[in-house]
T-cell receptor, first 113, second 116 residues
Framework: AQSVTQLDSHVSVSEGTPVLLRCNYS??????LFWYVQHPNKGLQLLLK??????LVKGINGFEAEFKKSETSFHLTKPSAHMSDAAEYFC???????????FGTGTLLAVQP | EPEVTQTPSHQVTQMGQEVILRCVPI?????FYWYRQILGQKVEFLVS????????KSEIFDDQFSVERPDGSNFTLKIRSTKLEDSAMYFC??????????????FGPGTRLTVT
């Protein structure tokens, strides 16, 4: 069965410093992986997706993620945090047979001024 | 930019009552989904829908739940007799393609259902 594990429930960074949100996946075949973001009182917005093309995936708002098969990881990074990045971030894997999305538990990112 | 919309944003109902949550998917999308998130827990898949029938459903989606696309634009989730444990945020999503094609799903803002 496919699953994702988000290693940190809360991450706090200062504005202008790098962001690293960690995600490990478990899949019996090459997975499709996504990062979604949820701002307070808003829906889930797709940040980026990996679907077996380039291993370094660039998303919106300066975020990127690198697929590392040897480490079964798909960590989300951003070089410089902005106050508007404060939100909850979900690492997600797509079930290949059904396309249903399997969510991680989420990481709440706080950005301090 | 097209988006998925959901109504109402918040619904309060008494235990045992029927509720209908409404969604308008993006117009050229073909696959529709419902997910829910109980407070403090993961977002969980409930059901997917394509070509006017259920493609896949989770074990959560029991006989109390049903989905319908009544008029070609709305996509509804009905809970026949609500229980306290149905209290959650319900998200609708849609995608251009689905089965065997990992196209991204676009989510609505959610309906917060509170069962008292």
């Amino acid at each position: 069965a496919q699953s994702v594990t988000q290693l940190d429930s809360h991450v706090s960074v200062s504005e202008g410093t790098p962001v690293l949100l960690r995600c490990n996946y478990s899949s019996s075949y090459s997975p499709s992986l996504f990062w979604y973001v949820q701002h307070p009182n808003k829906g889930l917005q797709l940040l980026l997706k990996y679907t077996s093309a380039a291993t370094l995936v660039k998303g919106i708002n300066g975020f990127e993620a690198e697929f590392k098969k040897s480490e079964t990881s798909f960590h989300l990074t951003k070089p410089s945090a902005h106050m508007s990045d404060a939100a909850e971030y979900f690492c997600v894997v797509s079930d290949e047979a059904t396309n249903k999305l399997i969510f991680g538990t989420g990481t709440l990112l706080a950005v301090q001024p | 930019e097209p988006e998925v919309t959901q109504t109402p944003s918040h619904q309060v109902t008494q235990m045992g009552q029927e509720v209908i949550l409404r969604c308008v998917p993006i117009s050229n999308h073909l696959y529709f989904y419902w997910y829910r998130q109980i407070l403090g827990q993961k977002v969980e898949f409930l059901v997917s829908f394509y070509n006017n029938e259920i493609s896949e459903k989770s074990e959560i989606f029991d006989d109390q739940f049903s989905v319908e696309r009544p008029d070609g634009s709305n996509f509804t989730l009905k809970i026949r007799s609500t229980k306290l444990e149905d209290s959650a945020m319900y998200f609708c999503a849609s995608s251009v393609l689905g089965h065997l094609t990992p196209y991204e799903q676009y989510f609505g803002p959610g309906t917060r259902l509170t069962v008292t």
